[in-house]
C-alpha cells in the first residue's frame, strides 16, 4: 500500500531548486573572478576557499546535525548560503566588494552547505519507508533530481550569464536558497527523523568530542566506508578543481563564452541523469561493486583525458548555434577589478 510521499517530494523538489542554483553558482563565481581579475589563480584561491570548509564542517557536524535536527538544519543552511551569495553581487552594484570578501563568502557558503546536504541525505531511508519505496529506487530519484537539477541549471545559467551577467545569476541564485528553505520548512514539519534526537546527559564539548570520536572509531573499524569516504574527498577536489577553474579557463582561453561552459556542464548532467534512471530501472538486478567500478572509471577518466589531449572547446553545429554565439559577452572594463 502506497505510504506517505509528501516528506520525499519535498526533499526533492528542494534539493532540486538548490542544485539548479548551486550550478549557477558553480559557473556565476568562477566566471565573475575571471571576468574581474584574468587570473586562474585567483580563481583557483576562490575554489579552496569554498571546498575547506565544506571538508571541515562535514567532517564535525555530525552530532550538531542530530542535535539540532535534520529540519532546522536544512533550513538554516539554505537561509545562510543563500545570504553570502546573494551579498556578492550587492556589494559588487555598491563598489566595495573586495577580493578578500568574494572569499570570506565564499568560504560560509562551503561551511554552510556541507551540513545541509548531509541532514537532507541522512533523511533517505526513512523518506524511502515513509513513501513505500525500496531504498534502491529513492536513491535512483533523490540522485537523478539532483542530476536533472544541475542539467537545467548548467544550461540556463550560461546563456543567463552571457545575457544578463554574472553578478544577477549570482542575486537569482540566492533567491533558489530561499525556496528551497521553505519547502524544506513545511515538507519536512511533523516528520520524527527530522527533529532533535533526544540524548541522555549534559551538552557539553567534551560529549561532543566523545560523539565526534564514536563516529570516526566507526569509520576506521569499517573498509568499505573508509575507502568511500577517501574516494569521494579525493574525486571532489578533483572535480572542483575541473568545475570551478580548469573549464572555465579553458573555454575563456578558446574566446568561447559562458554559453558554451553551460552547454558542457550540461551535457555532463544529461548523461549523468541517463545513468542514474538506468540505475533505478535495474536496481536489485545488478551487482553493486562491478557496476560501482565501471561507472566511477567511465565516468571520471575520459572527461580528463579528453581535455589533455585536444586543444578546443567543442561547438555543435547545429540549429541555434548562430543565436548562441550571437549572445553578449560580458567582458570587465577593469574598472571595477577586484583587489
Known amino acids: 500500500m502506497p505510504g506517505d510521499r509528501r516528506p520525499l517530494v519535498a526533499v526533492l523538489a528542494a534539493n532540486t531548486v538548490s542544485i539548479t542554483g548551486n550550478a ?32 571541515l564542517s562535514a567532517t564535525a557536524s555530525g552530532p550538531v546535525i542530530d542535535r539540532v535536527g535534520r529540519r532546522r538544519v536544512g533550513i538554516v543552511s539554505d537561509l545562510v548560503c543563500g545570504a553570502a551569495v546573494g551579498a556578492v553581487p550587492l556589494l559588487e552594484f555598491a563598489g566595495v566588494l573586495r577580493f578578500w570578501m568574494l572569499c ?23 523518506l524511502a519507508d515513509s513513501a513505500g519505496m525500496t531504498l ?10 539532483s542530476r536533472c537539477a544541475g542539467m537545467i541549471g548548467s544550461a540556463v545559467g550560461g546563456v543567463l550569464i552571457a545575457v544578463l551577467g554574472a553578478q544577477n545569476v549570482l542575486l537569482l541564485d ?11 520548512a513545511f515538507g519536512l514539519r511533523g516528520l520524527a527523523e527530522a527533529q532533535p534526537r533526544k540524548r541522555s546527559g549534559p551538552r557539553s564539548p567534551r560529549a561532543y568530542r566523545r560523539e565526534l570520536v564514536e563516529g570516526y572509531r566507526y569509520v576506521l573499524a569499517t573498509p568499505l566506508l573508509l575507502g568511500i569516504c577517501l574516494m569521494t574527498l ?98 570587465t572594463d577593469g574598472r571595477h577589478r577586484l583587489r
Request: some cysteine; overall charge positive.
Open 24 to 55: 549557477l553558482t558553480g559557473m556565476g563565481v568562477p566566471w565573475f573572478v575571471l571576468q574581474s581579475t584574468g587570473s586562474a589563480g585567483k580563481a583557483g584561491v576562490v575554489a579552496f576557499c569554498t571546498m575547506l570548509p565544506v571538508v
Open 104 to 126: 570570506g563568502l565564499m568560504a560560509v557558503t562551503g561551511l554552510f552547505q556541507a551540513p545541509g546536504v548531509t541532514a537532507r541525505g541522512v533523511l533517505l531511508p526513512t
Open 136 to 145: 534502491g529506487r529513492a536513491a535512483a530519484w533523490y540522485d537523478g533530481a
Open 174 to 184: 540566492a533567491a533558489t536558497f530561499a525556496v528551497s528553505a521553505a519547502l524544506l
Open 234 to 331: 579525493v574525486t571532489k577536489g578533483l572535480d572542483q578543481g575541473w568545475s570551478a577553474v580548469l573549464l572555465p579557463v579553458h573555454v575563456r582561453e578558446k574566446s568561447a563564452g559562458s554559453a558554451e561552459l553551460g552547454l558542457l556542464n550540461a551535457l555532463f548532467s544529461l548523461g549523468a541523469l541517463a545513468g542514474a534512471l538506468a540505475y533505478g530501472a535495474m536496481a536489485g538486478r545488478v551487482r553493486r561493486r562491478p557496476t560501482f567500478t565501471v561507472a566511477f572509471l567511465a565516468g571520471g577518466m575520459p572527461r580528463f583525458l579528453v581535455a589533455a589531449v585536444t586543444g578546443s572547446v567543442a561547438r555543435c553545429e547545429c540549429p541555434g548555434q548562430a543565436q548562441l554565439a550571437g549572445l553578449p559577452r560580458m567582458e
